[in-house]
């Protein structure tokens, strides 16, 4: 992206202004501009990070990384949270686990359990290949309630499957497709079904 020269003296000011002593994500959030950019034009500008604060930053860090909230270390410092676990795995530093009562494990587990059946209720997902089979089978000429009993699933899921595929075009791209009669989209004329590899 081309900056103009009046946009390069505003980055440049905050940069040299800035950048020795600041996060350079908080830098680059306060100018709206990508990490990468404002690392890259610091180095153009020859300007460096002053090494002098990050002793303060290291022995916060040691003091309050085993127990304390990653983010509120980073907001206190000046850091952004992927910085303190970066700079706690230089420093050598862990995380030390909480000891959860009887009460929270018990309830963490129970919460797990209801994830798993909620899980296990939903054994036939939708997938990109569900969304090609209801499409290609409308195009066909199958109802929706035929396509509902050939896949075991529920009215509403194949319908809610075909109003997805039309509001974002892939109805519309099978379609074309089928039309040409190459790639996947091909049809089994004898099975009746989609088959891979075309006709």
């Known amino acids: 992206m081309k900056r103009s020269k ?3 003296s505003v980055i440049d000011r905050c940069i040299r202004r800035h950048y020795p002593t600041e996060n350079t994500g908080v ?6 501009e ?10 153009q500008l020859g300007v460096h990070k002053d090494r002098r604060g ?33 700079r706690a795995k230089v420093l050598g530093l862990t995380r030390r686990r909480k000891i959860l009562s009887c009460e929270q494990r018990c309830k963490i587990a129970k919460a797990a359990a209801q994830q798993r059946k909620i899980r296990g209720a939903n054994q036939n997902p ?3 290949a569900t ?3 209801v499409c290609s089978a409308v195009i066909r000429g199958e109802t ?9 699933r ?11 595929c039309m509001a974002s075009g892939k109805y519309d791209a099978i379609r074309r497709s089928m039309d040409a009669g190459a790639g996947f989209y091909g049809r089994d004329h004898s099975a009746g079904r989609l088959c891979a590899g075309g006709r």
């Open 131 to 133: 969304e090609t089979l």
């Open 27 to 32: 830098i680059a959030d306060m100018l709206g």
């Open 34 to 43: 990508d990490v990468k950019y404002i690392i890259e034009r610091a180095r």
């Open 54 to 86: 990050v002793s303060d930053h290291d022995e916060y860090i040691r003091e309050h990384y085993a127990t304390g909230n990653v983010r509120e270390i980073a907001e206190h410092i000046g850091y952004d949270a992927r910085d303190v676990y970066a």
């Open 6 to 8: 009046k946009r390069l």
């Open 154 to 164: 529920s009215l509403e899921q194949v319908q809610g499957v075909l109003d997805r």
């Open 144 to 152: 929706v309630e035929a396509i509902a009993r050939e896949t075991e």
């Open 126 to 128: 939708v997938t990109s």
